[in-house]
């Protein structure tokens, strides 16, 4: 593996069905996202963890959870989708500190997600 | 509240030059993103500015002013290859990622 990897690369799901998107990355990056991008809009932060055992909410949280058991993985689950959840997800991640003013996120192929 | 501005659609001619701009009003400052996305790809890096001035990367320059809330990205010697997405991002003052809606560039021979 090199980077990060997502999976899978596209899903048709009925609504109501519960779902997972993967992440892996092996950069050792201590920080990670999960976007959702829809035409016309800027990509939209979901959900985030700073660091393994954390995490936390971003501008769209409601309608899914993420876990961080380790550093490499973070699945995004949608507990019951709907069709307004169609979109493309893109999972990132960053080697982040408070202690350097960067903060460049490397991006996962993305999962075009289509709930019907 | 927080917002980007970007054109949403620019085209240019090969071998010309094209300046994509960007505003922000964010809530803090601690610096500035482009990312390229191609059509059904990923965003890829670009450049980061936190300081003002212009950073030149080959034949991409980023400017930032912070008095102004204001950066371009300037992209010469165009080919068809820089055909895509072009997205702004702004850091603030949680050191989260604030998103532009992006400037799809069509770039015509």
């Known amino acids: 593996i090199a980077g990060i990897t997502q999976a899978p690369t596209s899903q048709i799901l009925a609504a109501g069905r519960r779902m997972t998107l993967r992440c892996t990355q092996d950069?050792?990056?201590?920080?990670m996202y999960w976007y959702r991008q829809d035409l016309g809009l800027g990509l939209r932060l979901i959900h985030y963890s700073n660091t393994a055992g954390t995490t936390g909410k971003g501008e769209v949280p409601d309608g899914y959870s993420v876990s961080r058991a380790n550093t490499d993985d973070f699945p995004l689950t949608l507990a019951s989708a709907v069709p307004s959840q169609t979109s493309v997800y893109f999972c990132?991640?960053?080697?982040?500190?408070?202690?350097?003013?960067?903060?460049?996120?490397?991006f996962g192929p993305g999962t075009r997600l289509t709930v019907l | 509240g927080q917002n980007i501005d970007q054109p949403t659609e620019m085209t240019a001619t090969e071998g010309a030059i094209v300046q994509i701009n960007c505003t922000y009003q964010t809530s803090g400052f601690n610096g500035l993103f482009w990312y390229q996305q191609h059509a059904g790809e990923a965003p890829t890096f670009l450049s980061y500015n936190v300081l003002d001035g212009l950073e030149e990367k080959g034949r991409f320059s980023s400017f930032l002013s912070r008095s102004k809330g204001y950066s371009y990205l300037l992209l010469k010697e165009l080919q068809m290859k820089d055909s895509a997405s072009y997205l702004c991002?702004?850091?603030?003052?949680?050191?989260?990622?604030?998103w532009g809606a992006g400037t799809k560039l069509i770039i015509k021979p």
């Open positions: 990132a991640s960053s080697d982040s500190s408070l202690s350097r003013a960067t903060d460049t996120q490397y």
């Open positions: 950069m050792r990056h201590n920080a």
């Open positions: 991002a702004v850091l603030d003052s949680n050191y989260q990622l604030i």
